[in-house]
């Protein structure tokens, strides 16, 4: 019997972090002189065109995304999930799906989130 795996990304995918970023670099580009992000001007750029367009090195993108990271962790409790997810989540695991995670977040905040909105139904989660 063939089993049937899905794969979810969490930050963005199952945890909508998206408004949370963009406050938390929006407060950081306050504190630091730059302009304000506008999540619309940037969707449909790649990597480098937003690097562009926020005015930031190589360099100073890895240590903004560093605080912005740190900063997030901090938030893991008040993020909430893409709207519909636990039910799509439900009707996946009636289909016999199994369910797991692959993430550069922390082990820890994943669980944090997952319990916190009643998502523990993963068989396995690969993070930090």
């Known amino acids: 019997m063939v089993e049937k795996v899905i794969i979810f990304d969490f ?3 199952l945890a909508d972090t998206t408004s949370s970023i963009v406050r938390i670099l929006n407060r950081l ?3 630091f002189g730059y302009e304000n992000i506008d999540l619309n001007k940037l969707r449909q750029s ?3 065109e937003v690097q562009d367009k926020l ?3 190589a360099i100073k993108i890895y240590f903004v995304t560093r ?3 740190s900063e997030l962790n901090k938030e893991i409790e ?3 999930p893409i709207k ?3 039910k799509t989540l439900l009707k996946l695991k009636e289909k016999k799906y199994k369910l797991g995670i692959l993430t550069s977040n922390s082990k820890e905040n994943v669980n944090k989130y997952l319990n916190i909105n009643d998502l523990s139904i993963f068989i396995s989660l690969i993070g930090n």
């Open 46 to 48: 790649d990597s480098k």
């Open 78 to 80: 008040s993020l909430k």
């Open 55 to 57: 005015g930031l090195s």
């Open 11 to 13: 930050d963005g995918t």
């Open 67 to 69: 605080k912005v990271r």
């Open 84 to 86: 519909n997810l636990r």
């Open 29 to 31: 580009f306050d504190r």
